[in-house]
């Protein structure tokens, strides 16, 4: 058993233009990782978060992995104490799952800690309760995919019901993450609590096209089914310059893109890197055009979820 | 080239539960079949319709299978003339894409006469023509898999994009239908044109958990998806009894089951003959205790889509 552990967890794109809440995959990078010491006070302590620009919670009630590791320990009936280091690689308010990769992160690193007494599979519900200190809402479309790796479908939140979806090895994801902060709730705010019947149809037409294009590794397939006329519409305004950076991905080789999460992030999927890349940079050209900037990340679809590092 | 030809054209279910207007699949039966034959006056003519109980139209400009052959002829710039013997092997309004049949037996017969200038994949928009011509509306979700066969996706109606799913082959459906009519029309009119945004999510998942319950051979995921918070509590309204031949059914090794189409047939899936049997006689059983008269069919699920006979 051993009495320390670093763990790598990865970004997350939820949503996926048509997957509003119930779809969302992992990319290799970026990514949070947290370092876990047994300690011999018997408790949880935060010993210190890297960056964050100081923005997350230090008190051990309110920070996501010392409210994700306090609730397994307690379930577990385990009571050794734990020092926490965080190391944040993504910003807060990204859209790229910063919330649900450093709780997938300690779910995964504390339950090696424990000696593994519980399989993946069985962490979710501890991360969901990171999320939920967070977020305020426990969704699993983030969280999911972070955990599992892949592309996650969310059949139901309740009974919670994760369907794991293979997707094509050559697919590829370039996200552009401007430097603009969206809170998740004012995203969450300006949505319609009622839309069309016809938009909704619409809507699952795309999402069941999209799953299909996934399992059958049909990349005109998934490009075809890149499509949101629901969310997308309402939250590219939060987001300057969106159309011109949707537009520039497409017509430079996307098979879709959309906004990653609340946003602001801008994901792109393409079929292999270099397309990837391409987009990406047509991408980022834009928001630089307009005195915006960003960070670029091009990357596989991550198939592991968290890992172990050295 | 033949002068003459007899197609069979399969029954179809539409909506699938949380499909509406975007999934279907077709069954062994019941099914329509169409004779063909073609004539020396260069003129189209209904000569018998054999099932219909005298209530579809004789005349060549409003019945969907005169209608559906003009058109292609006109298409195809073909000017032979063709004799029409339509035989109905299950009723009008009864849910079970019966119009679609006939479009789908009668474009399939023209074009062999016309020897096989159109492969499969372009009678689409024919065969919709003739819906369009019986219901008003050219809805793909019984044309597409009358004329494929399985599972049909129409991942979007403008363009048109269907996509075909393979269901795994020991899929079966019981479909009862109660001696009841029940008008497309009325059965969309009672429809919300705006629904919550929250059981559109809901319905996203349940579709996305179908196809994938499908592609992936996993039985119980499809069962788990045969859900439809949206449409379902309205439609059951219009059949006497719904809840409890539903109920009937998954007390008796149902996976799921759901109202076939616009209704009043209800279908059921099962896996294997014994469980999709043993369900459809319960679901028969129910309807037969409110003194409704039903027929029962128990078929796999038809691959082929329409067949030459003899």
Request: with cysteine; proline share 6%.
């Given at each position: 058993?051993?009495?320390?552990?670093?763990v790598?967890a990865?970004?997350?794109?939820?949503?996926?233009?048509?997957?509003?809440?119930?779809?969302?995959?992992?990319?290799?990078?970026?990514?949070d990782?947290v370092?876990l010491?047994?300690?011999?006070?018997?408790?949880?302590?935060?010993?210190?978060?890297?960056?964050?620009?100081?923005?997350?919670?230090?008190?051990?009630?309110?920070n996501t992995c010392s409210v994700v590791i306090?609730?397994y320990?307690?379930?577990?009936?385990?009571?050794?104490?734990v020092?926490i280091?965080l190391?944040?690689?993504?910003?807060?308010?990204?859209?790229?799952?910063?919330?649900?990769?450093s709780a997938v992160a300690a779910i995964y690193a504390i339950?090696?800690?424990?000696?593994?007494?519980?399989?993946?599979?069985?962490?979710?519900?501890f991360a969901?309760?990171g999320?939920?200190?967070?977020?305020?809402?426990?969704?699993?479309?983030?969280?999911?995919?972070?955990?599992?790796?892949?592309?996650?479908?969310?059949?139901?939140?309740?009974?919670?019901?994760?369907?794991?979806?293979?997707?094509?090895?050559?697919?590829?994801?370039?996200?552009?993450?401007?430097?603009?902060?969206?809170?998740?709730?004012?995203?969450?705010?300006?949505?319609?609590?009622?839309?069309?019947?016809?938009?909704?149809?619409?809507?699952?037409?795309?999402?069941?096209?999209?799953?299909?294009?996934?399992?059958?590794?049909?990349?005109?397939?998934?490009?075809?089914?890149?499509?949101?006329?629901?969310?997308?519409?309402?939250?590219?305004?939060?987001?300057?310059?969106?159309?011109?950076?949707?537009?520039?991905?497409?017509?430079?080789?996307?098979?879709?893109?959309?906004?990653?999460?609340?946003?602001?992030?801008?994901?792109?999927?393409?079929?292999?890197?270099?397309?990837?890349?391409?987009?990406?940079?047509?991408?980022?050209?834009?928001?630089?055009?307009?005195?915006?900037?960003?960070?670029?990340?091009?990357?596989?679809?991550?198939?592991?979820?968290?890992?172990?590092?050295?």
């Open positions: 058993m051993p009495n320390s552990i670093r790598f990865p970004a997350t794109v939820a949503n996926v233009s048509c997957g509003f809440d119930v779809l969302g995959f992992a990319v290799n990078e970026p990514g990782e370092l010491k047994k300690n011999d006070r018997g408790k949880i302590r935060i010993v210190e978060i890297e960056g964050d620009n100081g923005q997350l919670p230090r008190d051990i009630e309110a306090q609730h320990l307690k379930k577990m009936e385990l009571d050794f104490g020092d280091w190391k944040k690689n993504m910003p807060l308010g990204s859209g790229l799952g910063s919330s649900a990769a339950n090696i800690l424990a000696d593994y007494p519980k399989p993946v599979d069985a962490l979710l519900p969901m309760e999320e939920k200190a967070a977020c305020g809402t426990g969704h699993a479309d983030n969280v999911a995919p972070a955990l599992f790796g892949g592309f996650v479908l969310i059949r139901s939140y309740n009974p919670l019901d994760i369907v794991r979806l293979k997707s094509p090895d050559n697919l590829f994801t370039a996200i552009v993450h401007p430097h603009l902060e969206v809170k998740t709730k004012d995203a969450r705010e300006i949505l319609k609590k009622e839309i069309r019947f016809s938009d909704s149809v619409t809507q699952s037409g795309n999402l069941g096209g999209l799953v299909a294009g996934l399992l059958l590794k049909d990349y005109d397939l998934i490009g075809r089914s890149l499509q949101d006329h629901i969310v997308e519409p309402i939250r590219a305004i939060l987001i300057p310059g969106y159309d011109n950076v949707k537009a520039a991905a497409m017509d430079n080789g996307a098979l879709g893109a959309g906004i990653s999460g609340s946003g602001p992030s801008i994901f792109a999927l393409a079929e292999g890197p270099d397309r990837a890349k391409k987009a990406g940079d047509a991408m980022k050209k834009q928001f630089e055009k307009i005195g915006v900037d960003c960070d670029l990340f091009i990357s596989p679809i991550n198939q592991e979820g968290p890992r172990v590092l050295d």
